[in-house]
């Protein structure tokens, strides 16, 4: 069923039916001709492997800069030896990635997080994690990070309903923070 609708569909795929639709049956007979001779199709997946190799070691690379950025930060308070011996930076952004970003896909009714990414469209989780981590911030109007990644593109860059709908709330939530009025 990977490649098929249902085990009784005919002849093609349904890979081979989105293109035939889109080509018409003449120029679809043209380009299967040539597929096979060039082998396109193999090569089409041979791509579309190195391109989801390249995806993991930049997942990877995301991964390490959040971590590195979360240690290199100067906290009030260093993290203690002890932790970061365990690997608990490492841990709370792995389990991070995997349960909060995937809980604001199916909040959004958006299927899952390996769909989502798979289809490139990120700005659905970049806006919600925004968000949250303006809300859930205890002084965000001092935290530079939360200011600059966050609160700053929610204001500056958003569409000017989606920035008025968030501006309110967050107003409505916080009524005596200055920030936020």
Request: aromatic letters at 8%; a positive charge.
């Amino acid at each position: 069923m990977a490649f098929e609708d249902a085990p009784d569909t005919p002849a093609h795929g349904r890979v081979l039916r989105e293109v035939a639709t889109h080509l018409g049956p003449r120029r679809m007979d043209e380009f299967q001709t040539w597929a096979r001779k060039t082998h396109f199709w193999c090569e089409l997946l041979a791509q579309i492997a190195a391109a989801l190799a390249r995806y993991e070691e930049m997942r990877g690379r995301i991964f390490r800069a959040v971590e590195a950025a979360l240690l290199q930060k100067r906290y009030e308070e260093p993290l203690p030896s002890e932790l970061l011996r365990a690997g608990v930076v490492e841990s709370a952004v792995g389990w991070a990635w995997r349960h909060v970003l995937a809980s604001i896909v199916a909040a959004s009714g958006g299927g899952s997080l390996a769909a989502l990414l798979a289809g490139g469209d990120v700005q659905r989780l970049l806006w919600p994690v925004r968000v949250i981590a303006v809300l859930m911030c205890p002084d965000a109007a001092n935290h530079r990070a939360v200011r600059e990644h966050c609160w700053d593109p929610i204001v500056r860059h958003a569409k000017a309903d989606v920035r008025d709908v968030v501006r309110d709330r967050l107003t409505q939530t916080f009524p005596k923070d200055p920030w936020f009025v």
